[in-house]
């Protein structure tokens, strides 16, 4: 367990996600920055091109995370669909079987295949997995967020979710359970383990200067910057234990959690 008031990472990761283009294009809109425990975020950059591109992203973080640093990494987009997609479907409430069973129909870490190709139906089933855009997780409610499934509108993360979620699986299935995937491995990391999370920078943005970053850039290293300061201050350990009901914690399990959310009191 992690001592109450000291730090429980090393290292802080801010990833601004983007679900243009292929798994190989490099992408101006993904951005990664890192924090070290005594520096603050600096951006990274891929050894070869002048932009990361999600496979160039999945394989540096199976780097870093494979390095004895204890690091938190916040990533904005889903992780998980809501409940209603899950019956929709017929799947089980099961976390790693949904990542199993969406990239099957939607392939979008191979190579040549883009989002909208899925959309379009020209390669995969997509559409035998879709949701409704007013269909929304417990936390999106929270945070008045869109839904995954809300395409073609601004402020959308349904792209990003939709690119990202094999890259998940992919670190899901190299790391096993010495990756906690927040918060569903628990809400608690172990001292000592790093862990993923889905972050939302429009709850941490503001708070620093933009000085002469773009939005994406931004975005990344507030996330990172945010995740630095809430463990070293110790709130983080709060924000990582949100207040849920029974019914809340469970669902939350299965659609997953964004940090920093919490439920209006009238809704607990």
Same mark, same amino acid.
């Given at each position: 367990?992690?001592?109450?008031?000291?730090?429980?990472?090393?290292?802080?990761?801010?990833?601004?996600?983007?679900?243009?283009?292929?798994?190989?294009?490099?992408?101006?809109? @993904?951005?990664?920055? +890192?924090?070290?425990? !005594?520096? #603050?975020?600096?951006?990274?950059?891929?050894? %070869? *091109?002048?932009?990361?591109?999600?496979?160039?992203?999945?394989?540096?973080?199976?780097?870093?995370?494979?390095?004895?640093?204890?690091?938190?990494?916040?990533?904005?987009?889903?992780?998980?669909?809501?409940?209603?997609?899950?019956?929709?479907?017929?799947?089980? @409430?099961?976390?790693? +079987?949904?990542?199993? !069973?969406? #990239?099957?129909?939607?392939?979008?870490?191979? %190579? *040549?295949?883009?989002?909208?190709?899925?959309?379009?139906?020209?390669?995969?089933?997509?559409?035998?997995?879709?949701?409704?855009?007013?269909?929304?997780?417990?936390?999106?409610?929270?945070?008045?967020?869109?839904?995954?499934?809300?395409?073609?509108?601004?402020?959308?993360?349904?792209?990003?979710?939709?690119?990202?979620?094999?890259?998940?699986?992919?670190?899901?299935?190299?790391?096993?359970?010495?990756?906690?995937?927040?918060?569903?491995?628990?809400?608690?990391?172990?001292?000592?383990?790093?862990?993923?999370?889905?972050?939302?920078?429009?709850?941490?943005?503001?708070?620093?200067?933009?000085?002469?970053?773009?939005?994406?850039?931004?975005?990344?290293?507030?996330?990172?910057?945010?995740?630095?300061?809430?463990?070293?201050?110790?709130?983080?350990?709060?924000?990582?234990?949100?207040?849920?009901?029974?019914?809340?914690?469970?669902?939350?399990?299965?659609?997953?959690?964004?940090?920093?959310?919490?439920?209006?009191?009238?809704?607990?």
């Amino acid at each position: 367990m992690i001592e109450a008031g000291s730090p429980a990472f090393e290292r802080y990761v801010g990833i601004d996600y983007s679900g243009a283009r292929s798994a190989t294009d490099g992408l101006p809109g @993904l951005r990664v920055y +890192r924090a070290d425990a !005594d520096a #603050e975020p600096v951006e990274i950059r891929p050894a %070869a *091109g002048k932009y990361f591109s999600r496979r160039g992203v999945h394989d540096w973080l199976r780097e870093v995370l494979a390095e004895p640093i204890p690091t938190l990494v916040g990533v904005d987009h889903s992780f998980s669909f809501p409940v209603a997609y899950f019956a929709q479907h017929g799947l089980a @409430l099961d976390w790693e +079987r949904f990542l199993d !069973d969406f #990239e099957q129909h939607w392939p979008t870490a191979n %190579a *040549g295949v883009t989002v909208e190709s899925v959309r379009r139906g020209q390669t995969g089933s997509g559409a035998a997995r879709g949701g409704s855009a007013r269909s929304r997780r417990v936390c999106e409610i929270a945070a008045r967020a869109k839904s995954v499934f809300h395409f073609d509108v601004p402020g959308s993360v349904a792209k990003s979710t939709h690119a990202g979620l094999p890259w998940m699986r992919r670190l899901r299935r190299h790391f096993g359970t010495d990756l906690h995937f927040w918060p569903f491995d628990g809400w608690e990391v172990a001292a000592g383990r790093s862990a993923i999370l889905e972050a939302y920078p429009a709850l941490c943005s503001a708070d620093f200067p933009r000085e002469d970053r773009t939005n994406d850039q931004h975005d990344a290293y507030s996330v990172a910057a945010w995740l630095k300061r809430a463990d070293a201050c110790g709130d983080l350990q709060a924000v990582m234990a949100p207040e849920l009901s029974p019914l809340q914690a469970k669902t939350a399990a299965v659609e997953g959690w964004i940090l920093g959310v919490a439920v209006p009191s009238e809704r607990s």
